[in-house]
């Protein structure tokens, strides 16, 4: 009976898999077409770094609810991989998205080396030694500044000018770099989810469990937990870069410590256990304080409306938005079936 119903499961499996990774892509795309028709240069260029920042939060979410894990360094990751972008576009000829994918690379060996303390801690004393990293970030771009601007690998801005980071040729203008971005995000979020409904998934799941469930199953804890960080590193440095893009030029302040709670608090708030729950993280990030500008409200009243938020999700929806949004779905189709 084994060897028969084997088969009929992997059979099944891999149409779900590939359903799950299509609904990524054409979700993404009608969003994208949506936007770039609709929205004017002042919000194309607030949903770009959305977008971009959506990557970070997914690398969040990957560590929260498939492990457990709780990572608040993640916005200093996101400037990493923007100052490693910055000084290879003004050092070096490569092409834009070599710099993009070497400071992704760059960022996830930095997120390994950071997320070492994960193979002994775990819950709150991570958490601190996360955001102490994140601090001891800001400490150095306090210290010696964001050298984003200058000439050469090394070089440094002055006051009068500053070098701006060159789009990839064939997004210069406003609304394709947006698709551009969109584009990576889509990538990513397929990466992501793929390696989630596949082996590592399965892996990551028994982690979370229990030390002891992992091991009982063979699971090797050091290569899956540092496979996590390095997928949520390289999706850090990848989402600095395309930010870097976005803007030209990158402010060392904008990835201090308080940011990396935020990105993490309302990565809970849009729902860590879905894609989706990504994609509102970014929105809610970059999106609220821009349209609060926009009616006359301070952007710091964005800070209230955060916390309000997460108090909700933790009571009430710990799915996050995105699982209220999939589970009022799912009762709509309930009826058409009867």
């Not at 709780?70 to 972008?85: D, H, I, K, P, R």
Request: charge should be positive; charged fraction near 10%.
């Amino acid at each position: 009976m084994h060897e028969i119903s084997q088969p009929a499961t992997t059979t099944l499996a891999v149409p779900r898999n590939r359903a799950a990774l299509w609904s990524i892509v054409l979700t993404m795309a009608v969003i994208t077409a949506l936007t770039a028709l609709t929205a004017n240069s002042y919000w194309l260029t607030t949903l770009t770094s959305a977008f971009a920042l959506a990557l970070a939060a997914r690398g969040v979410g990957l560590l929260y609810a498939q492990l457990g894990l709780v990572s608040l360094a993640q916005m200093a990751l996101v400037g990493v991989g923007g100052w490693v972008a910055l000084r290879l576009s003004h050092g070096t000829a490569l092409p834009f998205e070599a710099v993009v994918l070497l400071a992704g690379v760059v960022t996830s060996i930095i997120g390994m080396i950071w997320g070492a303390p994960a193979l002994r801690l775990q819950g709150l004393y991570l958490a601190l030694v996360t955001l102490m990293l994140a601090g001891a970030f800001q400490i150095v771009i306090v210290a010696t500044g964001f050298p984003d601007g200058g000439p050469g690998l090394l070089g440094r801005a002055d006051a009068t000018q500053r070098l701006m980071m060159q789009r990839p040729a064939l997004a210069q203008g406003g609304t394709a770099y947006f698709i551009y971005v969109a584009l990576w995000l889509t990538a990513g979020l397929v990466l992501v989810e793929y390696l989630r409904l596949g082996r590592s998934g399965r892996a990551w799941a028994l982690i979370r469990r229990g030390r002891a469930a992992a091991q009982s199953t063979g699971v090797n804890m050091f290569r899956a937990k540092m496979k996590a960080f390095a997928l949520t590193g390289f999706l850090a440095g990848v989402a600095g870069a395309l930010l870097a893009g976005n803007v030209g030029q990158l402010d060392g302040r904008s990835f201090s410590a308080p940011e990396s709670l935020f990105l993490f608090a309302l990565s809970l708030v849009g729902g860590a256990h879905h894609w989706l729950g990504a994609l509102l993280a970014g929105l809610l990030l970059r999106a609220v304080p821009s349209l609060l500008t926009d009616f006359g409200v301070s952007g710091y009243a964005a800070t209230v409306i955060f916390g309000a938020a997460l108090m909700h999700a933790l009571i009430t929806a710990p799915q996050g938005i995105a699982g209220q949004v999939l589970a009022l779905a799912a009762r709509l189709r309930k009826p058409g079936k009867e």
